[in-house]
């Protein structure tokens, strides 16, 4: 991200600055980005509640700055140590010279919302095409957290589904047999937020979602490519933007419009034995992964099985 503007009409400078990374874990905060104000590199101070906390600063040579004419070393690497009774959420980078001040609050939030997202160019893909009076089917409905994405849909005829009853949910029933609740091509757009990894056949659901939607339907399923292990036992899969292939292709009646990972990760040894394979900090994970695929045609292959939930007891609530 870069954060950039012109000299003022009064000749002062404002300050420049990125926030490009933003990490915390096992009480260790650590902040990457760049700020000056045009002459000079601008150094970050990290408070908590108006209070100045004793963070370590590192300057950092940043030469992929030279075309906007940044100093060489405006770059910086705050470390820091939390406390007890501090929230990383709350924190606050202060950045100030002798005629300028500015305040990010939470940082990590700044860097969220600057930066363009690819899954924010996947949804894209998706709500571009809904129009007003098309039906949408919701896989995986329920409010758990009180949370309803009804109202992503207005105008729409919606349809809430879930394999449990509760709030936000129209239609009870198990995903691997939408063919036996509703009727071929009843749907106009399908629509499913971190249900694929909690499906026992992924790929029987992508069948049935081609029975149900018409010919040209669109479909976005969004599910992680690294998270920890939830709703046990009944958490089997996780997907990448190349892997959405294998679900959403010509065999089983789709292609797909758009895919792709976000929301950098590091996954991290609970117990580093100094084994290299070990090693997997600096190699990028991703905690989402989206595919928006469109409906071509029927699927050139069948799965009449139905899953067999016995050994897993019921889905948790």
Not at 31 to 53: I, M, T
Not at 152 to 168: A, Q
Not at 278 to 289: D, I, K, M, N, T
Request: hydrophobic share 40%.
């Amino acid at each position: 991200m870069l954060e950039t503007s012109s000299c003022r009409k009064d000749g002062s400078v404002p300050i420049h600055y990125a926030v490009d990374d933003v990490n915390f874990f096992r009480g260790f905060y650590y902040v990457e980005g760049w700020a000056h104000d045009g002459n000079a590199a601008v150094p970050p101070e990290l408070l908590f509640e108006d209070r100045l906390l004793p963070a370590q600063i590192e300057r950092v040579h940043r030469s992929d700055l030279g075309a906007l004419s940044a100093p060489a070393l405006c770059g910086f690497r705050l470390r820091y140590i939390i406390r007890d009774g501090e929230m990383p959420r709350q924190f606050v980078i202060r950045l100030r010279t002798t005629t300028e001040q500015m305040s990010i609050g939470n940082p990590a939030l700044d860097f969220f919302h600057r930066n363009p997202r690819p899954y924010h160019l996947a949804e894209r893909a998706f709500f571009s095409r809904l129009r007003p009076g098309a039906s949408v089917l919701e896989l995986g409905a329920r409010a758990r957290s009180g949370v309803s994405r009804r109202g992503l849909f207005k105008d729409l005829n919606y349809t809430g589904f879930d394999i449990k009853d509760g709030e936000n949910v129209d239609v009870v029933g198990d995903a691997h047999r939408l063919t036996s609740m509703f009727e071929p091509g009843q749907f106009d757009f399908a629509y499913s937020i971190s249900v694929f990894e909690h499906l026992l056949w992924p790929w029987k659901v992508a069948l049935e979602l081609n029975a149900v939607l018409r010919t040209g339907g669109v479909v976005l399923t969004q599910s992680h490519q690294t998270w920890p292990r939830h709703d046990a036992p009944w958490d089997f899969f996780r997907f990448s933007a190349s892997g959405w292939g294998s679900l959403f292709c010509a065999a089983t009646g789709f292609r797909i419009l758009e895919a792709a990972d976000d929301l950098l990760a590091h996954v991290i040894a609970a117990q580093y034995t100094g084994d290299p394979i070990l090693e997997l900090a600096e190699q990028p994970a991703f905690l989402v992964s989206m595919c928006v695929a469109e409906k071509i045609g029927d699927p050139l292959v069948r799965w009449d099985a139905d899953p067999d939930y016995r050994s897993l007891g019921d889905y948790p609530a």
